[in-house]
């Protein structure tokens, strides 16, 4: 089992699924320079979802390379704060 996740640009969040389920959600709002994460939901605990879902919004938002990370959602800082390799991400307040 493993977890996709996507870029749902019309409503501004990556969704993380298996299969053809929607496990999680990782809401955010674009600011010139910068991609602010708002809230971040799992639906199915215990499979690594949460952190999939971090770990790959965060690796397409620096493929991108156009913003900066602004994570006002604790899941999200909590997750980055852990991971010391995705600090250069973060947008400096």
């Known amino acids: 089992m493993s977890v996709e996740v996507r870029d749902n640009a019309d409503e501004k969040r990556f969704e993380a699924w298996i299969d053809d389920k929607l496990c999680g959600i990782a809401e955010y709002r674009l ?9 971040t939901e799992v639906l199915v ?5 949460g952190s999939a879902l971090a770990r ?6 620096r493929a991108a390379g156009e913003r900066k990370v602004v994570p006002l959602c604790p899941f ?7 991971h010391p390799d995705y600090q250069d991400l973060v947008r400096e307040q």
């Open 76 to 82: 999200i800082k909590e997750w980055i704060d852990k």
């Open 31 to 39: 600011r010139p320079g910068a991609i602010v994460f708002t809230h």
């Open 56 to 61: 790959q919004a965060l690796d397409a938002v």
């Open 45 to 49: 605990e215990g499979q690594g979802v």
